[in-house]
């Protein structure tokens, strides 16, 4: 099936926008966001449970302890998703619970907990697509070094053949990360996220690491998953923008991309790490002793589809005097989370922003779809994670009528659309999120759920935008607004 082509994404036509046959529609949500149950059933603390619980770190106070009780209400959870009509669910497993500390055999009670939830979302006709890393390092890990060792990476290698072992004949599409980009650069470069470590030079130990562990994880899911089975990353890759031509600004944008993107797609999809990245941070970092003989050659372990994450673009231009760089989308910190373009400075593209201040912007992800399938051709790609976080305030008779998040969705799947029309391979959506729930430094004041949750009674009520995304699923095309 051809799509036909789109030239306004919030046109009328948009209305009449069909996806190929096939065409995956799912949402997604993470471990440590929805869980709970902490300290149940064997599970030992993760890096986000440590610094959740460190003053000052997460708004409020906040913790995961019970987040949406996911734990507990799971089988709740999946009926709701039937309701809606979701045909995959991609969900992360949490490290500590299926082999507490990092190391050693795997958690029964852990696995059993994943094992069952697979087994309702089969029931329920649902495809479960498993992420094995979001976020949720085991504390003992981090304590021994983190990501900032190559150990961690051995030992991901290890864990991903436990989950393998038990959830392969069941559940076909495995992801090894997902964005490992924040992982690297959030947690341990401006520490705006666990563990909350500031120096830049760590946080490119991080991410090759991260990408080893992403090498290992791969060979270990094809060793022991079904010769069916799928094997994905997700890359929260970074639609860069220079502010002008000016050379200086082309320059400026050019190392944001090779701290942010090219850093993980050079090893993982071409083989190696970019020249001018090695340049652009040779005084942080010595590459040639970091990157062992071997480690690059595995990370490029070839895999059958990329995720890719998109919620907003960005914009950059070189320092101009006596301005200082704007705090970056992702949050504010006094340290930089881009080692070698600590000077570049970022800008609020014009327009509406989401409730987390990120600019609305649909021609960000068609521009990011069309650049990776022309770098990458014959690679399949989904999208893993997009959607926006809104006040979602109740209206009158109690339900939340999202119109703004409707319409944030509106515009992005006809951006989609178009990028499948001008040849992208792009075989499914996934929205963020199912639910609303622990948003990480934010705690519980953002809410990018369709599904609204009452944390004081675990009510969940879907919003008009989960009813909408439900007609966008049973039409395998956009509902108007």
Known sequence: ????????????????????PGFLWGAATAAYQIEGAVAEDGRTPSIWDTFSRTPGKVVNGDTGDIACDHY?????????????????????????????????????????????????????????????????LPQEREDEGGWTVRETAERFGEYAALAADALGDRVALWTTLNEPWCSAFLGYGSGV????????ALALRAAHHLNLAHGRATAALRTTLPAHAQVAVTLNLHQVRALTSDPADLDAARRVDAVGNRIFTGPMLSGGYP????????????????????????IAAPIDLLGINYYTP?????????????????????????????????????????????????TGLYDLLMAVS???????????????????????????????????????????????????????????????????????GKRFG???????????????????YSRAIAANSIPGL
Do not use: C
């Not at 094992?115 to 479960?128: H, M």
């Not at 996220?193 to 830049?200: E, I, L, S, V, W």
């Open 72 to 136: 507990h209400r799971y089988r709740t959870d999946v009926t709701l998703m039937s309701h809606l009509g979701l045909q995959a669910y991609r969900f992360s497993l949490s490290w500590p619970r299926v082999q507490p500390g990092g190391r050693g055999p795997a958690n029964r009670a852990g696995l059993d907990f994943y094992s069952r939830l697979v087994d309702e979302l089969l029931d329920a006709g649902i495809q479960p697509v498993a992420t094995l890393y979001h976020w949720d």
């Open 374 to 444: 022309r770098a990458h051709p014959g690679l399949p790609l989904a999208i893993t994670e997009n959607g926006a976080a809104f006040p979602d305030l109740p209206a009158e008779d109690g339900r939340i009528h999202d119109h703004d998040r409707i319409d944030y969705l509106h515009r992005h799947l006809a951006a989609v659309h178009r990028a499948i029309a001008d040849g992208a391979d792009v075989r499914g959506y996934f929205l963020w999120s199912l639910l609303d729930n622990f948003e990480w430094a934010y705690g519980y």
């Open 450 to 468: 369709a599904v609204h949750v009452d944390y004081a009674t675990q009510l969940r009520t879907p919003k008009r935008s989960a009813r909408w």
């Open 275 to 298: 020249a001018d990245l090695i340049a652009d941070t040779a005084h942080l970092v010595d590459w040639d002793t970091l990157v062992a003989p071997g480690d690059e050659a595995a």
């Open 314 to 362: 960005t914009v950059v231009s070189a320092p101009t005097p006596g301005a200082a760089a704007a705090a970056h989308a992702h949050g504010e910190s006094d340290h930089s989370p881009w080692p070698g373009s600590e000077n570049v400075n970022f800008h609020l593209p014009p327009g509406d922003t989401t409730d987390m201040g990120w600019a609305i912007d649909p």
């Open 1 to 20: 099936m051809t799509a036909t082509p789109v030239t306004t994404p919030a046109s009328t036509a948009v209305d009449r926008l069909h996806f190929p």
């Open 193 to 200: 996220h666990a563990p909350g470590r500031t120096d830049p």
